[in-house]
């Protein structure tokens, strides 16, 4: 009997469920007219204030660092001479012995099946190679790795009369710099350095040092300023300051003149050169010696 009621109950409450929409149900007349309306009427168009508001949809470009005025880095190249400058300069910058397949990894470059390649790199004047271990190394114009073997090198060229470029130094020994410096303070060589941003420039051999046995001395800054201080005036106004001291500046010596090279001596007379006859009449050759003057004595 329970389930029988139950099942009554159920169907009770779906009659008096409603199942109606608003799908089904027929559309009000105001709905209709205000439609209609709504197409009809056009919407009113913005006002300056607002399109001004209003962000603008145009899509930027996105910037690029492509500069177009510069080539492109196509690498080392196709041209042989190209590659062996890459390969040259790479071997420079190393300061260590190399294989060739190392050189040819590391600057792209086809040294191991490129034959003229591989001729022009073995035959420069800055390459050397070893048989025994087949590596390959720059020819650097110094051979020193340390401060003491730097300073000998400095010497040598100083008592030759002149300096070295820091440069040259460097290109052989990446540390030279440094040292330098180091050699500086303790007095042993005298250096210049460039007036914009006071770099090494070239370096020279201190002879008199000042200490007991050069017998040498520290200039004080005092004199240092002072020379610094005395300016050399321009030509005009030097003319000027050697007649107010009674000094007269220096005579150039006026070159002599030479005398053209085509121009012959006077008092010397050259000999006069011997032609030689021309004989044109062959069919006489053997009976009459033409080269003979036979003028009526």
Do not use: C
Request: proline letters at 6%; a positive charge.
């Amino acid at each position: 009997m329970s389930l029988t009621k139950d099942a009554d109950s159920f169907k009770r409450a779906l009659h008096r469920q409603d199942y109606t929409s608003w799908h089904s149900q027929p559309a009000p007349l105001n709905s209709s007219s205000s439609a209609s309306a709504s197409v009809s009427t056009p919407a009113p168009a913005p006002t300056t204030a607002e399109s001004t508001s209003t962000p603008s949809t145009k899509k930027k470009r996105p910037k690029t660092n492509i500069v177009y005025s510069q080539p492109a880095d196509t690498g080392t190249g196709t041209n042989v001479n190209t590659q062996l400058v890459y390969a040259i300069d790479h071997l420079k910058s190393t300061h260590n012995p190399m294989r060739l397949q190392d050189i040819a990894i590391v600057t792209n470059t086809p040294l191991e099946t490129d034959v003229v390649l591989l001729e022009k790199f073995k035959s420069h004047d800055k390459i050397i190679w070893d048989p025994k271990t087949d590596l390959y190394s720059y020819r650097h114009e110094f051979s020193f790795r340390n401060k003491v073997a730097l300073l000998t090198e400095i010497q040598r060229q100083t008592r030759k009369g002149g300096g070295i470029p820091v440069r040259a130094l460097k290109e052989s020994w990446k540390e030279a710099p440094q040292a330098i410096e180091e050699l500086e303070k303790e007095g042993e060589v005298l250096v210049t350095r460039t007036v914009k941003d006071g770099q090494l420039r070239m370096v020279f051999w201190n002879e008199i040092k000042p200490d007991d046995e050069s017998g040498g001395k520290h200039v004080e800054k005092e004199f240092f300023d002072l020379w610094h201080s005395l300016k050399v005036p321009n030509d005009v106004d030097l003319l000027k300051a050697l007649h107010a001291e009674g000094l007269q500046a220096t005579a150039e010596e006026t070159p002599i003149p030479k005398a053209p090279s085509n121009m012959k001596k006077k008092g010397k007379r050259s000999a006069p050169r011997q032609r030689q006859a021309k004989i044109t009449n062959t069919h006489l050759k053997g009976e009459i010696d033409l080269s003979k003057d036979y003028e009526r004595k």
